[in-house]
């Protein structure tokens, strides 16, 4: 047995349909269903920030970690009663998950993209972002390629130690993120609690 839905919204035609009877919204109805649209978008928004937020605060956590092996530490020791293995596969392992959530991220502000490529972007962070966006690729590139590609070799530690200085660079880019979207945070954070 087919149910008969009571109402449907069409958002290509902005009509309602309710026991076959179209309604043209009017202009309040239309401001409203937009308005539901942006809170939805600005919540999903928020909920995959907070989400990409705690993965990518365990690779710094973890980088910083590595930093202290990298700059002289025996390999043998251990920090928090792990080694460097240890540090090295959880660091990997949140690099992995953080890439997957900040492709995401990066993913819902498509438009963000066109409008700076356009000469369209008015948002005052443009620039703090796209130096943001630019430090996380060039972070993923120059650990990927060591680790995947190049494996042992003198290019291999070259690059190893671009991605540690490029990563602290990435670090104070991303505390400048938080501190310029903090508020939005704040906010949604309160409306959600």
């Known amino acids: 047995m087919r149910k008969n839905p009571s109402f449907i919204y069409n958002s290509n035609l902005y009509s309602f349909t309710s026991r076959n009877k179209i309604k043209n919204p009017t202009k309040n109805e239309r401001r409203e269903m937009k308005t539901q649209m942006k809170l939805s978008k600005s919540r999903r928004n928020y909920y995959v920030d907070i989400v990409t937020l705690l993965p990518f605060l365990m690779i710094l956590f973890t980088g910083v970690i590595m930093l202290m092996y990298h700059a002289g530490k025996p390999y043998t020791e251990t920090i928090f009663s792990k080694d460097r293995a240890f540090w090295l596969n959880v ?12 492709s995401i991220h990066l993913s819902l502000h498509l438009n963000w993209f066109k409008k700076l490529f356009s000469g369209k972007q008015k948002n005052k962070y443009w620039i703090k972002n796209l130096i943001l966006v630019i430090l996380f690729f060039c972070v993923t590139l120059t650990a990927v390629f060591p680790w995947l590609i ?20 990435l670090i104070v880019f991303f505390v400048i993120h938080l501190q310029s979207y903090f508020k939005w945070l704040f906010n949604m954070t309160k409306k959600e609690l």
């Open 150 to 169: 190049l494996k042992e070799s003198n290019l291999s530690s070259l690059m190893l130690g671009l991605h540690n200085k490029i990563g602290l660079l």
């Open 91 to 102: 660091h990997i392992i949140f690099a992995v998950i953080t890439f997957m959530m900040v």
